[in-house]
């Protein structure tokens, strides 16, 4: 069947290999491709009855290949104005009925959903009398109503966000993105809890700044405390290590096996190992024998790595072998 944003006369979102576009002079249809060293276009319109092609020998720049497409556009139309229908008012209470907090129901990328579900999320906020769209690191753009439950952006020529309600009554943002309203809440509360890992995680590397020398030195005794902070050290760097291969991975060449590929399947299993053997270590260490700071520290620092591990294993990253897919 059609989706809920096409039922309610909606013409952007994906369908059968074809999207519309709205940021040129008139509302065009088509799709984009390109791989590695190009970018590829083509959009047309059957009202105005042409046809435009736009490609482009490199990938570094997406904002010169939208302004390359718009040039051609204005070139092949004839027309720099946009095409787009009036802004009508719309009564307050309405508008406020919409504000919050949206998530994707299914991101088109599975493999990085974790990446979607803490950063790629929409806030729609209320001033005066406009609605506000804003992504994390994006800035707020104003929302022009076209009716009470549909509008389109300033640089749109028709409607591209429709506030509905699905056949289970929840409010869902749909158009170019299917996203349903949910609390902030748990997404704060995980990237509070990234933040304070990541500060822990740092805490454990400065302290190993001290004790690693001394216990090079042989200017400790005590060795049940030199073991837990070893392990514990451990699983804080076996953890920036993942983090480090994976943020600076390519994941378009990781479809095959590749040694980065393989590290990357050992470490998303040795993380959660390492973490849990940490754990157990800070938890039944003797707070007489290894001392209570020591014991408090490791514990939190381990606690971390056990928390980071679950997000690994929530979402399906454990045992990650990109080339399967």
Do not use: C
Not at 68 to 74: E, F, G, N, P
Not at 75 to 85: I, K, M, N, R, V
Not at 132 to 148: C, E, I, M, P, R
Not at 203 to 223: E, I
């Amino acid at each position: 069947g059609s989706t809920l944003a096409a039922q309610r006369g909606l013409s952007v979102g994906y369908g059968l290999g074809n999207y519309a576009e709205l940021s040129l002079p008139i509302e065009m249809h088509g799709h984009d491709g390109g791989i590695d060293g190009f970018v590829s276009s083509y959009r047309y319109s059957v009202r105005r009855n042409i046809g435009l092609i736009t490609l482009v020998n490199s990938d570094a720049s997406g904002e010169a290949f939208q302004s390359a497409q718009r040039l051609i556009a204005v070139y092949a139309l004839g027309d720099t104005a946009l095409s787009a229908p009036a802004a009508v008012p719309v009564p307050a209470s309405t508008l406020r009925s919409y504000v919050g907090y949206y998530q994707d129901v299914a991101p088109r990328n599975q493999l990085l959903s974790v990446t979607n579900w803490l950063f790629g999320g929409m806030t729609i906020a209320q001033r005066g009398d406009s609605l506000f769209a804003g992504a994390a690191g994006d800035s707020a753009v104003k929302l022009l109503a076209l009716n009470d439950s549909t509008f389109r952006k300033p640089n749109e020529t028709g409607p591209s966000i429709g506030f509905y309600h699905d056949q289970a009554g929840a409010l869902v943002l749909t158009g170019t993105r299917y996203m349903e309203r949910v609390s902030p809440w748990p997404r704060r509360l995980v990237i509070t809890g990234l933040i304070a890992a990541a500060v822990l995680f740092a805490s454990a590397v400065l302290v190993a700044l001290v004790w690693v020398p001394r216990a090079m030195f042989g200017k400790t005794s005590n060795v049940a405390a030199t073991r837990l902070r070893a392990t514990v050290l451990f699983a804080v760097l076996t953890i920036v290590a993942f983090a480090a291969l994976v943020g600076t991975s390519d994941f378009s060449k990781l479809g095959v096996m590749t040694p980065r590929a393989v590290a990357i399947f050992i470490f998303t299993l040795l993380v959660p190992i390492v973490a849990l053997i940490a754990f157990l270590m800070a938890s039944r260490a003797p707070s007489a024998i290894v001392g209570r700071t020591v014991k408090l520290h490791s514990f939190l620092v381990a606690l971390a790595a056990v928390g980071f591990s679950l997000l690994l294993i929530v979402y399906d990253l454990t045992g990650l072998r990109t080339w399967a897919f």
